[in-house]
Antibody
């Protein structure tokens, strides 16, 4: 069974940094593209970034490019999202997701809440 | 960026009803269209990819069709567990973009 478990969310001040993690199990992690998708309170879904199985190719939504970095540790079966220069508008539940091929999402984690506030 | 416009934004329906949700892309995305279901306080669930292919385990009452830049999600006979918000997403071009969502409520 595919399992994706996010961690690392919490309250952070504007301008601060946070690192999210996603622990994957139940599949061969190193064979899949992975994504981060977020959802602001009461709002819709927003794709944030994805990363190729080997970690070489990465793509970002414009609003986070240069502030967020997606990475992965295939030996640890883990996906990461390093977030810096955080803004109030980054407040959201962040979901880790598995992609079949480059961008077909088939599995989701339960999400971790990031709140950016002073 | 490709804009995805969903309609309606909400609808009320009864158990057993046939429900149709539409998603329009602002430009050609071929069939690179996915549908997701989300219940309150829960993670999204993947339903359909490539506009009409069901993910494993998704009931056959869900179906998807495409016509040009218009895409449709149909629930043939609404069940109690289907009351949720549905999102479309294009994965033809970066950034990947979602529609605004359609909330299906109980009439």
């Amino acid at each position: 069974e595919v399992q994706l478990v996010e961690s690392g969310g919490g309250l952070v001040q504007p301008g601060g940094s946070l690192r999210l993690s996603c622990a994957a199990s139940g599949f061969t992690f190193s064979s899949y593209w992975m994504s981060w998708v977020r959802q602001a309170p009461g709002k819709g879904l927003e794709w944030v970034a994805n990363i190729k199985d080997d970690g070489i190719e990465k793509y970002y939504v414009d609003s986070v490019r240069g502030r967020f970095t997606i990475s992965r540790g295939n030996a640890e079966n883990s996906l990461y999202l390093q977030m810096s220069s955080l803004r109030a508008e980054d407040t959201a539940v962040y979901y880790c997701a598995r992609d079949v091929g480059e961008a077909v999402t088939d599995s989701w984690g339960q999400g971790t809440l990031v709140t950016v506030s002073s | 960026d490709i804009q995805m416009t969903q309609s309606p934004s909400s609808l009320s329906a009864s158990v057993g009803d046939r429900v149709t949700i539409t998603c329009r892309a602002s430009q050609d995305i071929s069939n690179y269209l996915a549908w997701f279901q989300q219940k309150p306080g829960k993670a999204p669930k993947s339903l359909i990819y490539a506009s009409s292919s069901l993910h494993s385990g998704v009931p056959s009452r869900f179906s998807g069709t495409a016509s040009g830049t218009d895409f449709t999600l149909t629930i043939s006979s609404l069940q109690p567990e289907d009351f949720a918000t549905y999102y479309c997403q294009q994965y033809h071009s970066y950034p990947l973009t979602f529609g605004g969502g359609t909330k299906v409520e109980i009439k």
